[in-house]
């Protein structure tokens, strides 16, 4: 079925993407999904991770997600996360600073760290990084 | 009567007293406009987030998160009081802080109370009562606040929730109505009052259509991980809000101060020149006086 659908990515701090795309891929928590037009409606938990979509020129773009949801209704796939910004946005300076401090929080030997936070940070960390890699 | 130097030293000074609060004005101004655009921004997120959580609400099972069940003994309350870290903003302040103040009031004795400060006002204003303080943030109110610091906030309330530390959770902030208006609320934020209260509109239009959402995982599931961050949503937003607030308090204050010196600037020229025409009257009678007994 041809047509596009709308995505639209929003963060607390500002709407991230609001365009018209061909299909976007999201990673669900229990498993990445796509959503093209005419999806069923269907609300999703997000893992950390990479939306990526094909906008309406036919161009490949990636988005780096963490903490969020999604809802995908038959022409629109809503996402709100707590972060959220396009590859050629991604700070790898900061990425790879906080990567460096989750690190060191996981093995020092201190009893107060938040383990899980840690672990998330590092996450995040790594798949900013990972994507930031893969522009041109 | 003031002499004609001393008013015009006095002119000078509120001359400048002007300067500075114009100059005040304007930065609060300017501030307003980015803390506003930040607040729309937020407000698509929030409506979203509404509306997905209240329709999912609608469909979970009850009681389901130990955050919407009230604790049996309400004998700590935990107050998170936002204000400005900065005077010179009119009531601002000490409105949020009697807001605070009464309602600790209205608790009676056997209430035990704790703190989570916003701003150095409030801080401020909980040493010197001693009440006891779990965690203070300076430097957020005002600036431009990231979404990071409303959910570590958050997660810290919710633990301290979860295991008894207390027993509700409250929060003081300011709501901006209009530029001219902003009054200082009181809300519950844990346990999470139930939906009914502010969804009413929408709740109508979303039940039926969210009703066929296929939900991954389950309902149950989703609503568990969203309900720690409606809190966080909501500590943002009133962040969000009394930051607003206070920039346009403060611009509203600077701007009467401005139109006080300009009163003032009037008067003390009125009394100026009436000081000078005296002197001049004076200086005239006694030539006049002077001639006259020549002429005698």
């Known amino acids: ?14 709407v991230v993407v609001s365009e018209e795309v061909q299909i976007a891929v999201a990673p669900g928590s229990l498993g990445e999904f796509g959503v093209l037009i005419g999806h069923t409606t269907f609300l999703t938990t997000l893992k950390t991770g990479t939306i990526h979509y094909t906008d309406a020129d036919g ?35 900061r990425a790879e600073v ?24 590092l996450e995040r960390a790594i798949h900013r990084l990972k994507l930031a890699e893969t522009r041109k | 009567m003031a002499t004609l130097k001393e008013v015009k030293t006095k002119i000078g000074a509120v001359k400048k007293t ?5 100059a005040m004005n304007m930065v609060a101004a300017s501030r307003l406009r980015g803390a506003q655009t930040n607040m729309e921004g937020f407000r698509h997120y929030a409506e979203k987030f509404a509306e997905v959580l209240g329709g999912l609400s609608g ?41 605070a103040d009464s309602f600790i009031k209205e608790a009676g004795e056997d209430v035990e109370f704790s703190f989570t400060n916003f701003g150095k006002k409030g801080r401020d204003w909980c040493r010197k009562k001693q009440i006891p303080i779990r965690s203070e943030h300076i430097e957020v109110i005002g600036t431009v606040i990231k979404f990071n610091i ?9 633990d301290g929730f979860l295991n008894g530390e207390y027993d509700e959770v409250v929060i003081v902030y300011s709501e901006f109505i209009s530029m001219g208006r902003q009054i200082p609320v009181i809300k519950q934020l844990l346990p999470i009052p139930p939906m009914e209260s502010d969804e009413d509109e929408t709740e109508d239009q979303d039940k039926p259509y969210l009703a066929e959402h296929i939900c991954e995982p389950s309902p149950d599931e989703l609503l568990g991980e969203l309900l720690p961050r409606s809190v ?43 000081a000078r025409q005296a002197s001049i009257t004076a200086e005239l009678m006694d030539i006049v006086g002077g001639a006259e007994a020549l002429k005698g």
């Open chain 2, 232 to 274: 966080y949503v909501q500590l943002y937003s009133a962040l969000l809000e009394t930051s607003t607030s206070e920039h346009s308090a403060r611009m509203m204050a600077m701007d009467n101060a401005s139109k006080a010196c300009d009163d003032m600037i009037d008067n003390l020229t009125l009394a100026y020149n009436k």
């Open chain 2, 18 to 22: 002007k300067q500075i609060t114009k």
């Open chain 2, 150 to 158: 409303a959910s570590t906030a958050g997660k810290g309330l919710i």
């Open chain 2, 59 to 99: 469909r979970a099972g009850e009681e389901t998160s130990p955050l919407l069940l009230p604790h049996e003994e309400v004998i700590k309350k935990h107050i998170i009081l936002c204000t400005s870290d900065r005077g010179l903003c009119g009531g601002f302040n000490a409105h949020l802080i009697s807001k």
């Open chain 1, 59 to 93: 161009d490949e773009r990636y988005i780096f997600v963490s903490g969020g949801f999604a809802e995908a209704l038959p022409d629109k796939l809503t996402v709100l996360a707590e972060s959220a910004e396009r590859r050629r946005d991604i700070d790898t300076r």
């Open chain 1, 1 to 14: 079925m041809a047509g596009n659908i709308t995505l639209e990515v929003v963060t607390p701090e500002k």
């Open chain 1, 98 to 121: 906080a990567m460096e401090r989750a690190q060191k929080r996981l093995e020092s030997e201190d009893e107060d760290i938040d383990f899980v936070r840690a672990k998330a940070a």
